[in-house]
Nanobody, 127 residues
Framework: QLRLVESGGGLVQPGGSLRLSCVVS????????ATWFRQAPGKEREGVSC????????KYEDSVKGRFTISRDIAKNTVYLQMNSLQPEDTAVYFC????????????????????WGQGTQVTVSS
């Protein structure tokens, strides 16, 4: 059974950092692209960052460029999102997702193209 389990969320002060992890079980992570989404209260779910199935390509939503870094460890079947210089507007539930590898990078950031979702982890940035 395929499962995606996120962890690493929490409460952090503005300017702080968090690293989110997404452990994939029941499926070979190398066969799929992976995307981190987030959803703030009252807002639509948005793609934050994605990484191609071979790990060679990444894309970031404009507001997180230079602050967030997506990576993966195939041996651990895990995807990461390193988040630095966090701001209150980054507050949201963050979701890990698997996307079919044939999509373009921009398409990987669209929720409609997701095949499998994790349950989400809350990130709160507040002083």
């Amino acid at each position: 059974q395929l499962r995606l389990v996120e962890s690493g969320g929490g409460l952090v002060q503005p300017g702080g950092s968090l690293r989110l992890s997404c452990v994939v079980s029941g499926f070979d992570l190398g066969l799929y692209a992976a995307t981190w989404f987030r959803q703030a209260p009252g807002k639509e779910r948005e793609g934050v960052s994605c990484i191609s199935s071979d790990g060679g390509f990444t894309k970031y939503e404009d507001s997180v460029k230079g602050r967030f870094t997506i990576s993966r460890d195939i041996a651990k079947n895990t995807v990461y999102l390193q988040m630095n210089s966090l701001q209150p507007e980054d507050t949201a539930v963050y979701f890990c997702a698997l996307v079919p590898p044939w999509h373009t990078l921009p398409a990987m950031l669209q929720p409609d193209n997701v095949d499998h979702w994790g349950q989400g982890t809350q990130v709160t940035v507040s002083s």
